[in-house]
């Protein structure tokens, strides 16, 4: 079974950090890229960020360049987003992706599997 979780949202100041978790079952997890893609309110899905398998090669939106950072830990099967300096502009539901590749890619409909998606607003 396919399965992505999402973790770690809420409601924060302009500012302050949050770290978002993704836990995958095993299927959606092995030996794929990884990503985070986030949607705000009229807005298109977006790409955030996308991890490799091996984890040494990642790819970061560059509206948040400097700012997040992801990172995978196999031991767990899951992956993290580390947001930093948070922005309103920051403010949108953000989903977990998975994709059946190795081969980093940002366009959302080249991901296979995809999580519920956990809220993230950041107030001025």
């Known amino acids: 079974q396919v399965q992505l979780v999402e973790s770690g949202g809420g409601l924060v100041q302009a500012g302050d950090s949050l770290r978002l978790s993704c836990a995958a079952s095993?299927?959606?997890?092995?030996?794929?890229?990884m990503g985070w893609f986030r949607q705000a309110p009229g807005k298109e899905r977006e790409f955030v960020a996308a991890?490799?398998?091996?984890?040494?090669?990642?790819f970061v939106a560059n509206s948040v360049k400097g700012r997040f950072t992801i990172i995978r830990d196999h031991a767990k099967n899951s992956i993290y987003l580390q947001m930093n300096s948070l922005k309103p502009e920051d403010t949108a539901a953000y989903y977990c992706a998975a994709r059946n590749s190795i081969v980093l890619r940002t366009t959302p409909d080249t991901y296979d599997y995809w999580g519920q998606g956990t809220q993230v607003t950041v107030s001025s």
């Open positions: 095993r299927r959606a997890y092995s030996n794929n890229v």
């Open positions: 991890i490799n398998w091996s984890g040494d090669s990642t």
